[in-house]
């Protein structure tokens, strides 16, 4: 997978975020787009569909969260409550202080990265111009061991960090998927307690938030995803407006919708909503 392209983002409190940059020269630029990645992986697994927006006159940055990728901190951690979202609003900032005045910010969040965007956008932290959620984590599947265990060990041990659990035969039909996610030295296995927390609990308040919802929404999961429960993409969409949220399960399809071994008709909804709420894509 390809390396941090840009230099690393310093944060106020000195910890510092992996970055990566697909740019394009300001006058072939429409928007930007910043992703967020999932659990346990990095931005730079996101070089094809990068590279697809890229095609559609899109310059991108990502950014590899706590404890992730080539950013600092144990692998899985999470160094503080609340820390996910406030990392997001300083990439949000030095992000658009590269950007043109006029010219519009996309925030694209797939699973773990959409709870952490619709979490920044539920709480009003920072504007953007649309958002994309590609399977978020709005829900996921516990057992009532695992929700006692949730209650409890976030505050007796919350830098505690066990298996995250993740089965990466449920990412994608793509074998080929699979197989490099496995191989990839930047992805891990491991979640802390207080991480593990976030993950279960922190899909609510964006829930309660989604009838008054205001900020022009794609929102976009598979059918059959194992890792994160659907039914919170549904619940979504079923509270939010119509006219502000566009929905779309596809049936058959698993956890990366972008990774799919059939993404085309992923691709061609991601690019018709682009091209509504952005103008024209290529």
Known sequence: MPPPTAPPLTLPDGRALALHDWPLAPERRRATVLLVHGLGEHAGRYD??????????????????QGHGASGGARGSLHAEGGLYQDLACVLDATRAGMAANEPLVLLGHSLGGLVAADLM???????????LSSPALAVHTSALQRLLLATLPRLLPGLRVANGLDARGL???????????????????????LARYVATGGAPVLAAAPGWRVPTLLLWGEDDRIVDPG???????????????????????????????AEPVMAQLHAWLALHLGDCP
Request: aromatic share 8%.
């Open 48 to 65: 094809a569909l990068a590279r697809r927006l890229n095609g559609w006159g899109l310059g991108v940055r990502g950014y590899d969260q």
């Open 172 to 194: 994608s039909h793509d074998a080929q998927v699979v197989a490099a996610y496995r191989a990839d030295p930047l992805c891990h296995d491991r979640i802390s307690a207080r």
């Open 232 to 262: 919170g993409s549904r619940a979504f969409a079923a509270a939010a407006p119509g006219h502000v949220v566009t929905a779309r399960g596809f049936a058959g399809l698993l956890h990366e919708v972008f990774n799919e071994a059939d």
């Open 122 to 132: 539920a709480r009003g932290l920072r504007p953007v111009n649309a958002l994309v």
